[in-house]
């Protein structure tokens, strides 16, 4: 079956900007979870998505928000951009139960200039 | 809280030597393990991970990695790496069972040379 697909794979936004990326987990699975991965912080746990609640947050300001929709498909969207959010955005898709392997897409690289 | 650390943050290894990457762990409650790796430009792949059960677990290519609560580590070893093995690898906790949400450690390079 089709993987955990992320668009767009690469964007370059400016400064001040806004940003939406898109996530489109494994059929049938209900989870999606959205991590940052820089150089500096590693990888870094943003939320988790489960059935269009979220259900865990990470330590991120308000300008990271996430949603996700009733197929399960989810968006992160960050607003007034910052050189700092330069990064590898990873979304992860499960089954949402314990015992459940979590799947990564391959990313969206983010660059803020 | 949950927190992951990885003892080194580059491995270089000859190819067919013996490797351990090391992992430790802090967590109040019960935890699941797993080591994931990322090849260049790709994202996450797991590679083990430890639910419950026997305290070694293996992977289908040659890893394995041994649970130890005592120590709060979950090494990961394989008795001779390859060329292709040469990535990053990621120990990361999963606090009560939710794998939405895994803690990462800040990972280790892995430099398997010729």
């Known amino acids: 079956k089709a993987g955990v697909t992320q668009t767009p794979r690469y964007l370059i936004k400016t400064r001040g900007q806004q940003v939406t990326l898109s996530c489109s987990p494994i059929?049938?699975?209900?989870?999606v979870s959205w991590y940052q991965q820089t150089p500096g912080q590693g990888l870094q746990f943003l939320f988790e998505?489960?059935?269009?609640?979220?259900?865990n947050k990470g330590n991120f300001p308000g300008r990271f928000s996430g949603r996700q929709f009733s197929n399960s498909r989810s968006e992160m969207n960050v607003s007034t951009l910052e050189l700092g959010d330069s990064a590898l955005y990873l979304c992860a898709s499960g089954g949402g139960t314990p015992n459940t392997e979590a799947f990564f897409g391959q990313g969206t690289r983010l660059t803020v200039v | 809280a949950q927190s992951v650390t990885q003892l080194d943050s580059q491995v270089p290894v000859f190819e067919e030597a013996p490797v351990e990457l090391r992992c430790n762990y802090s967590s109040s409650v019960s935890v699941y393990l797993f080591w994931y790796v990322q090849y260049p430009n790709q994202g996450l792949q797991l590679l083990l991970k430890y639910l419950s059960g026997s305290t070694l677990v293996e992977s289908i290519n040659g890893f394995e990695a041994e649970f130890n609560k005592s120590q709060t580590s979950f090494h990961l070893r394989k008795p001779s790496v390859h060329i292709s093995d040469t990535a990053e690898y990621f120990c990361?906790?999963?606090?009560?069972?939710?794998?939405?949400?895994?803690?990462f450690g800040q990972g280790t390079t892995l430099q398997v040379k010729p």
């Open positions: 990361a906790v999963s606090p009560s069972g939710n794998t939405g949400k895994l803690i």
């Open positions: 059929s049938g699975h209900r989870s």
């Open positions: 998505y489960f059935s269009e609640t979220q259900r």
